[in-house]
């Protein structure tokens, strides 16, 4: 699913993804991962990030991707070709199911 077609769902601060164990990222890094096009967390008319549990699942791929030796270049283009392929597949169940 692309960044800009996320539900809004379950969304969470920033504040309290610092404290969560899951991603084990502190915040100025996930802002650091915005800067760099990686993610891009719903904001409330505030201003205030909102992370949803795609954005978690965004989170944890980048840090796979960092231990494997990647840098944030290399990873956004991957995280590009995945969101690409995951469009693509979804084209293609659409026009098999229009063929049924």
Same mark, same amino acid.
């Given at each position: 699913? $692309?960044? @800009?077609?996320?539900?809004? *769902?379950?969304? %969470? #601060?920033?504040?309290? /993804? ?31 990030? $909102?992370? @949803?549990?795609?954005?978690? *699942?965004?989170? %944890? #791929?980048?840090?796979? /991707? ?33 063929? @049924?």
């Amino acid at each position: 699913m $692309r960044l @800009s077609e996320r539900p809004s *769902e379950g969304l %969470r #601060r920033l504040q309290h /993804l610092g404290r969560r164990r899951t991603h084990q990222r502190p915040p100025p890094r996930l802002r650091g991962y915005e800067a760099k096009g990686l993610l891009d967390p719903h904001r409330t008319d505030g201003g205030t990030r $909102r992370y @949803s549990a795609d954005d978690l *699942e965004r989170i %944890r #791929r980048i840090t796979t /991707l960092l231990a494997a030796g990647l840098n944030l270049t290399g990873i956004r283009r991957v995280l590009e070709l995945e969101d690409e392929t995951a469009d693509l597949r979804g084209q293609l169940d659409q026009a098999q199911d229009t063929e @049924s």
